[in-house]
């Protein structure tokens, strides 16, 4: 199987075809493209033909669509789309699905579009969703699954499950629940088929059951049913019954979004964007992180204002020049301890005392800052740096690659233990305030050691 | 449900029951605790403790810590371990799980092993899938799956299914073949339930069916899987016949793991380290990258010199103290435009041509430039900076951020269409490269503007 490739002149036939209502020959070609590739197509196609696009093919393959969709995209589709046209769509999707989509729709129109359904369980269903914080289990759940009483025999519980099984798209467990509703185990599909067919579901069920409460967080989820190799996970409510389900296929979806949301907030870019964003969305991500670093830079004017003496000295002036070289260390080193700290807490792999760590990080960064201001003498030599200023360099350089060590390190360690989400301190907050005093230290040890 | 923490306590308690070789008590903390805990305890214990507790464990449960050790851990319980108590545990594995472990050992030890497997069927397919790349479809796949021969009716295919599927942990399709063994279609275990028993296969299956072929790259299955929302997916060679199915939990790590070496190699980190692993493996991953920053800082030594004349300058010599700013802006804008490129090109939503991309970013940047530009003005009317001075840095900033911010642009645009992975182009080689060139053009354009 092939990726689907999304090509110039497909997406030009398309265009023309639907620039001359053309209906036969369009339906024609896009009646075997899958509906994730059909999302694609249309988030290419400007607004009024992906409406009329999407206007051609019937409400399954619509609802399919809307999902796929990017987000400014299913916007003006779903605007363009009548009331009772989202509600058709949303009959034929998965609850949890429906609600995604249906929590991007203003107050006024969820009233509308709810109340347009004609599926009295669909529409409560929708609303409960509706009620839970998006990013919770509550948030992630579907309300399709597939129960079984404890007191149903096997015979009544494979009538029940065919006619259940119609709403579901995936079974992949049969939840048992007693008569108030409560959650007390499972039975896999397999199981049931390979039982005899006389016993009682509380004979044959299997009392241990993992679940997770409708509140808790949506990354503590996908944490649970990564580590346990879960497909899909029962939620419960405050009173331990059965209200929901949560599959593998949503937990893909938070694990790449969790993944890089932390990689673009690591390089100074915070909140949800990407490439095709407008120009505004993008500005509001990346100038915060650039207005800190301004706000450094202006800082660190000061502390070189600070050592301007230097600047007459006949050889002293040179350690100006290397005022960037120990700034790029001093961030580049706090940048690698504190991303390694971050990875290590989101995987529950950093152990041991803060103070262990630190002595772990001081003995790597002796290492690499040796190896560095060794290389920087021998750069000295090839360069006539007299001698007692390069082995200054690399004696200030060693302390600041400690010191940013240190710093990258301790820092994300501490804000978890705040319970601050560790890492916003990767990327600008800790090359920012490495600089400065990455800087500082340089010229302080230098005063120190040469005695201006 | 909670996550299983793990308390010193509890730590202890083990500790001190294996050192007092009280194995029965030991066996009843133990009983309960889920195997993905176990390997967490066991990663914590030291290696002699690890081995003992390991041994207490009958050969499934053994299997299943295995598999979700630590590699480092792993390696040493491993050597412990007789060739006939890894192949015991082996033969309790699924087949894919198997090996990944197997891959780990020596070319010696991994033929002792296979040889003392009393499974010839386990046997072969270990040898064939070690044949295979590790990311590839076939390093991934497992053998263990449930198909059905097209000529077979319900009755029989039932019955095949109960015996096949004793083998397989979950069932998620049945793939259909022919009698060459080519994969020609699948068959839901839901739709065998609810269709009438005495069909034959090939009246029932459904002849649409994705697969992947066993060469292609694990990236790639990882992308068709989450896109098309499937959760297991069948793995063909080059004459389509079936060979293993691979199910989203691996892709789920598959996930997790390229998104934290792209974290991390943003950050400058190469290759797969963690928090825990050697001080001689951190350094190595780490020492390239800050090789890099040196060769660009001491470069920068150079342009800086050559800007030497100004130091002298009883008002520009200011532009010095600005020079970590310049830096720093250059460094945080590139890397801010490379990692929304690379995230856009990993999810194919860079569309259109490198000119319109380049065009946005100019625009992105001008805003961005004139804002900080206009603020810096304004430290400068604070600080009674001379206002000519005040302008020519802004501007020379403006410059500097907007050609960051088209290199870092451009950059992994470039190597992407090269075939060059682009996520090398975030972080360390973006900002050194960005740093000299920054500071360059900041004291070129300082030089045009005031004529010194």
């Not at 649970?224 to 879960?230: A, G, R, T, V």
Request: hydrophobic share 45%; net charge negative; proline share 2%.
């Amino acid at each position: 199987m092939e990726t689907f490739q999304l090509s110039e002149e497909l997406l030009k036939k398309i265009a023309d075809l639907i620039l001359a209502k053309k209906n036969t020959p369009l339906k024609k070609i896009v009646k075997d493209v899958h509906f994730a590739d059909m999302a694609e197509i249309i988030n290419e196609l400007n607004e009024d033909q992906g409406i009329y696009l999407i206007k051609l093919f019937d409400s399954e393959k619509t609802s399919e669509i809307l999902t796929e969709l990017n987000e400014d995209v299913r916007e003006k589709i779903l605007k363009a789309l009548s009331v009772k046209e989202i509600a058709d769509a949303f009959e034929e999707l998965d609850s949890d699905d429906a609600a995604d989509i249906l929590g991007e729709l203003s107050e006024k129109r969820k009233e509308e579009v709810i109340s347009e359904i004609s599926d009295n369980n669909l529409a409560d269903d929708l609303k409960e969703l509706l009620s839970y914080k998006e990013d919770s289990a509550g948030g992630l759940m579907a309300k399709e699954l597939v129960l079984a009483n404890e007191n149903w025999s096997i015979t009544k519980c494979l009538k029940e499950i065919k006619k259940q099984g119609e709403n579901v798209t995936r079974v992949h467990s049969i939840y048992v629940v007693d008569d108030k509703q409560k959650l007390i185990g499972r039975l896999s599909l397999k199981d049931l088929i390979i039982s005899p067919a006389k016993k009682l579901i509380k004979d044959i069920y299997i009392p241990k059951v993992d679940s997770v409460n409708v509140y808790e967080d949506g990354e503590e989820v996908a944490k649970i049913m990564s580590k346990y190799d879960l497909e899909a996970i029962p939620v419960v409510n405050n009173k331990k019954q059965l209200v929901g389900r949560i599959t593998i296929d949503d937990i893909v979806d938070l694990i790449k979004e969790e993944a890089e949301e932390d990689y673009l907030l690591a390089a100074g870019v915070q909140g949800d964007v990407e490439a095709d964003d407008s120009i505004f969305e993008l500005t509001k991500a990346r100038l915060p992180w650039l207005f800190l670093g301004l706000v450094g830079g202006l800082g660190s004017v000061f502390i070189l204002e600070g050592f301007e003496e230097v600047m007459t000295h006949p050889s002293y002036k040179t350690l100006f020049f290397f005022t960037p070289l120990i700034a790029a260390m001093a961030g580049n080193v706090g940048v690698q301890s504190s991303a390694i700290i971050v990875q290590g807490l989101a995987n529950d792999v950093v152990k041991g005392s803060l103070v262990s760590r630190l002595l772990k990080e001081l003995g790597l960064s002796l290492i690499n800052g040796f190896i560095l201001g060794f290389l920087t003498i021998l750069f000295g030599l090839a360069t006539n740096l007299p001698i007692e200023l390069s082995i200054t360099i690399s004696l200030s350089m060693l302390c600041v690659i400690v010191v940013a060590a240190l710093i990258g390190t301790s820092v994300p360690i501490l804000l978890d233990k705040k319970g601050i989400d560790p890492a916003i301190a990767t990327g600008p907050f800790i090359t920012t305030s490495n600089d400065i005093f990455g800087i500082f230290l340089f010229f302080y040890i230098a005063k120190i050691i040469l005695g201006f």
